[in-house]
């Protein structure tokens, strides 16, 4: 016989409201697994599919004096002092302490042209790597369709040498359409496609294949921005900034996190809220715990006494009721950290809008039986003290 | 002359009852000796229990002082007094008392769980004690299949597994039939022979007349009214 065995006796004799305890923890220990769960695959996810928010490095030419800007960044065409931005940089960006987290390089050049009789910006892009890293560009018409196909995925498509894809204001300012040929500094382009309208300053752009822009605007080999889309779950964007600074002294380097901080943002929020509710539920569960413990403390007031009688200390009483509520608790951390995980992955897509699955997260398993430990203990504590300060003539009722 | 066990002396005892101050006891004097059998009579409300419970450690009195075997016992912290009721005390309840969810295996090895002894040492010390009582045969069935005489002598064994010197039992009789009572009483006269000191409160002056001595209690005090002694003593004989 053993304080265990006491212990554990105690609670097969009481199954109900053993049972009723387990659920309260539960509950407790499930909300709390389920929502960090959710939350650390949406990080994950934050990390594995960046790409979709765009480029978040950008690499400019560095220079001096007054620029001119586009999208944000600034195109260097009219400064003075400036160093150039060229082929040979970009084996370099792959080769920083942290190349690994580099998902796309998209280079690219840009420059003012004359496109039927017309000022115009050009941009030369590697079409497959620009239009990767920005998913939200799409073609709204494509030459040589036949009716009723479909156009095709602009991050597919080979886009040939002498065509020109243009914005939707472009297009509608040359009055061209797919298939119109165009002259661009005396040149002749076909106009491969019109994109779809994302009502931002890209609408007015043509964009070309990038060696063919580069040498229409007679810098062959030169780039007037480099965008990356970079990221890694243990390294933050400014630690990739800092290592590319460190590689192209010729550039001037700059983070643009807006898109992945709206996410984080969106992440923090829910994060933030799963705290508050997890604090909610687990006091909830703390409260189950206090009044079933102090219930079942009640119903043991004699059998308390007799333990006392026959020479328990107060700490043997104590041990017997903290037992059973670590017991308990180990049961309900491990069924918690399961429901948790199954409600997680069922409801993690509908509550966080993820377009992957919530992984099981196995390494919750001990923290989820600890939490459930701590909560129940910390909860048996009052009870606990409560019989082991019984008075035993009281409890037996000895006078 | 054998050695005293339990000596009070001057012993009050006084608690709260819905407002009024109740004297439960008022200055009891009494000297036990080892291997003694003695039985504490007296009508309810006498301060026969509350006598029981102050020496069995449970109950501090108001005034006055108790020794068991030298041991000065409200001297004693609480926690070592739980102690010394382990070592020098058994208990017998009224009712029996026993762990409804436990065995009468596991209801006799409870005094020892807080004790040193290995698991196998135990086991084997409740095994003696149980077939002492004449239960070799029912050690693994709980209270509830058990009948009442059957319950009495698991409680007698878990009150004597760990050989304590002093046995205190409160009414151990009251809820028997007559014949289990006298095997009770029987059984406790043959641990009595064995050396055990024996006190007991009882209501049956049958019970009585397996003791050694009798002490009378009558409103907190000792009686020592001739007359109601002598008529007890006539009771006896009869």
């Not at chain 1, 994302?198 to 007015?204: A, C, M, V, Y």
């Not at chain 2, 151990?172 to 028997?176: D, F, V, Y």
């Given at each position: 016989m053993s304080i265990f065995q006491i212990a554990f006796n105690n609670l097969k004799r009481r199954k109900i409201k053993m049972a009723f305890l387990v659920v309260g923890l539960v509950v407790g220990v499930a909300t709390v697994v389920a929502l960090f769960s959710i939350v650390q695959a949406m990080r994950l996810e934050l990390g594995d599919r960046l790409d979709e928010f765009g480029a978040n490095v950008v690499i400019t030419p560095r220079s001096e004096g007054m620029e001119l800007s586009y999208g944000g960044t600034q195109v260097s065409e009219v400064s003075f002092n400036v160093q150039l931005l060229t082929e040979e940089d970009l084996p370099k960006i792959r080769e920083i302490p942290d190349g690994d987290s580099v998902n796309i390089i998209s280079p690219k050049i840009v420059g003012a042209v004359m496109a039927d009789d017309q000022n115009a910006l050009l941009v030369g892009v590697d079409t497959k790597r620009e239009f990767t890293m920005k998913p939200w560009f799409s073609l709204r018409e494509q030459a040589g369709l036949a009716p009723g196909q479909k156009v095709r995925d602009l991050a597919l498509l080979d886009i040939p040498e002498d065509s020109l894809l243009l914005g939707s204001s472009a297009a509608r300012a040359f009055g061209v359409a797919p298939g119109d040929t165009m002259t661009v500094n005396g040149r002749e382009f076909r106009v491969f496609g019109v994109l779809n309208e994302?009502?931002?300053?890209?609408?007015?752009l043509m964009y070309g294949n990038l060696l063919v822009v580069q040498g229409l605007l007679g810098r062959p080999g030169e780039f007037s921005m480099i965008e990356v889309s970079a990221y890694c779950n243990f390294c933050p964007v400014e630690e990739i900034v800092a290592q590319l600074t460190d590689v192209l002294p010729n550039g001037r380097v700059t983070a643009l996190r807006q898109a992945a901080l709206v996410r984080e943002e969106t992440i923090d929020r829910f994060s933030s809220f799963g705290i508050a509710l997890s604090g909610v539920v687990l006091l909830i569960a703390a409260l189950v715990v206090l009044t079933t413990m102090l219930s079942s403390v009640n119903e043991r007031t004699r059998e308390i006494g007799i333990f006392r009688a026959i020479g328990f200390r107060q700490m043997h009483v104590m041990q017997i009721i903290l037992l059973e509520a670590v017991m308990v608790s180990v049961l309900g951390g491990i069924i918690g950290f399961v429901v948790g995980n199954v409600v997680a992955r069922a409801a993690g897509p509908f509550l966080a809008q993820m377009s992957v699955g919530v992984p099981?997260?196995?390494?919750m398993i001990l923290p989820s039986v600890i939490l459930a430990a701590a909560l129940s203990v910390a909860a048996s504590i009052y009870p606990a003290l409560k019989a082991a300060r019984l008075d035993p003539v009281e409890a037996l009722r000895f006078i | 002359m054998s050695e005293v066990l339990i000596k009070t002396d001057n012993l009050r005892k006084t608690y709260k009852s819905f407002g009024d101050e109740v004297e439960a006891l008022r200055g009891v004097s009494l000297e036990i000796y080892k291997g003694e059998s003695v039985a504490v009579m007296g009508q309810s409300g006498s301060g026969k229990s509350t006598l029981l419970s102050i020496i069995g450690g449970l109950n501090p009195p108001s005034t006055g002082k108790i020794e068991i075997d030298g041991i000065d016992l409200y001297a004693l912290s609480q926690e070592k007094r739980a102690d010394f009721r382990r070592e020098y005390l058994g208990f017998v309840f009224q009712q029996f008392q026993l762990i409804p969810y436990l065995t009468a295996m596991e209801n006799v090895m409870l005094p020892l769980t807080t004790t040193s002894h290995s698991g196998r040492q135990k086991r084997e010390m409740a095994e003696h004690v149980l077939a002492r009582v004449g239960l070799a045969g029912k050690m693994n069935r709980l209270p509830n299949q058990m009948s009442g005489g059957e319950q009495e002598r698991v409680a007698i064994a878990r009150a004597i597994v760990n050989e304590p010197p002093l046995v205190l039992a409160d009414e151990?009789?009251?809820?028997?039939d007559t014949r289990t009572g006298e095997e009770i009483m029987a059984l406790f006269h043959e641990l009595n022979s064995e050396g055990l000191t024996i006190l007991m409160v009882t209501h049956n002056p049958e019970n009585t007349t397996s003791m050694g001595r009798t002490i009378i209690m009558k409103d907190g005090q000792l009686c020592t009214d001739k007359a109601e002694i002598l008529q007890l003593a006539t009771r006896k004989a009869r």
């Open positions: 994302l009502g931002t300053e890209e609408d007015g099981w997260n196995t390494e | 151990p009789t009251g809820s028997l």
